[in-house]
T-cell receptor, first 112, second 110 residues
Framework: DAMVIQNPRYQVTQFGKPVTLSCSQT?????MYWYQQKSSQAPKLLFH???????NEADTPDNFQSRRPNTSFCFLDIRSPGLGDAAMYLC???????????FGDGTRLSIL | AQRVTQPEKLLSVFKGAPVELKCNYS??????LFWYVQYSRQRLQLLLR??SRESIKGFTADLNKGETSFHLKKPFAQEEDSAMYYC????????????FGAGTRLAVHP
């Protein structure tokens, strides 16, 4: 009974070819987050949505965008992936801004 | 700067031995600290948070503001404790941003 679902689990794209990663949730949580985790490194917050309000971290590259068309879905768009964008991308949700975060299984992105 | 440091990439112990996973943080305010765990082929999940002051699966962690530490401890390790453990900090005020450490892999041998 997965509550935060990320698709696909593995994604391969070509250098410079736009790619979209998907996250959905059945928890009806207000807040959704996207983290990037490179090999052997800490997960790093890219941005989050509080309801429809988008909040970008200051050091998130412009190459990364996000959409949240409704409460259940949130997308991560990488406009022109570079080799340095190969990573695990984690989606998380929380009921409010002060409640613990629930994570999905992640999508591992490879760049050819 | 806000930072979480987990000095050990790998901690290897035998079943029944005590375990201490170290976590130090750098933050000028009053943060909230968490431990997340990731078992093999499973998602990252919350293990415990310092404000709860509870023991989960035999693990405890005490926030030491003087030493800016939040070490995770268990008196007797079990094989099923083998996993990746991440310490995380949430700055006070503002939104629910988590700053993670790089993680420590705990391997418990029979």
């Amino acid at each position: 009974d997965a509550m935060v679902i990320q698709n696909p689990r593995y994604q391969v794209t070509q250098f410079g070819k736009p790619v979209t990663l998907s996250c959905s949730q059945t928890l009806n949580h207000n807040v959704m987050y996207w983290y990037q985790q490179k090999s052997s490194q800490a997960p790093k917050l890219l941005f989050h949505y509080y309801d429809k309000d988008f909040n970008n971290e200051a050091d998130t590259p412009d190459n990364f965008q996000s959409r949240r068309p409704n409460t259940s879905f949130c997308f991560l768009d990488i406009r022109s992936p570079g080799l340095g964008d190969a990573a695990m991308y984690l989606c998380a949700t929380s009921a409010t801004q002060y409640q613990p975060q629930h994570f999905g299984d992640g999508t591992r992105l490879s760049i050819l | 700067a806000q930072r979480v440091t987990q000095p050990e990439k790998l901690l290897s112990v035998f079943k029944g031995a005590p375990v201490e996973l170290k976590c130090n943080y750098s933050y000028s305010g009053s943060p909230e600290l968490f431990w997340y765990v990731q078992y093999s082929r499973q998602r990252l999940q919350l293990l415990l948070r310092h404000i709860s002051r509870e023991s989960i699966k035999g693990f405890t962690a005490d926030l030491n503001k003087g030493e800016t530490s939040f070490h995770l401890k268990k008196p007797f390790a079990q094989e099923e404790d083998s996993a990746m453990y991440y310490c995380a900090l949430r700055p006070s005020g503002g939104y629910n941003k988590l700053i993670f450490g790089a993680g420590t892999r705990l391997a418990v041998h029979p």
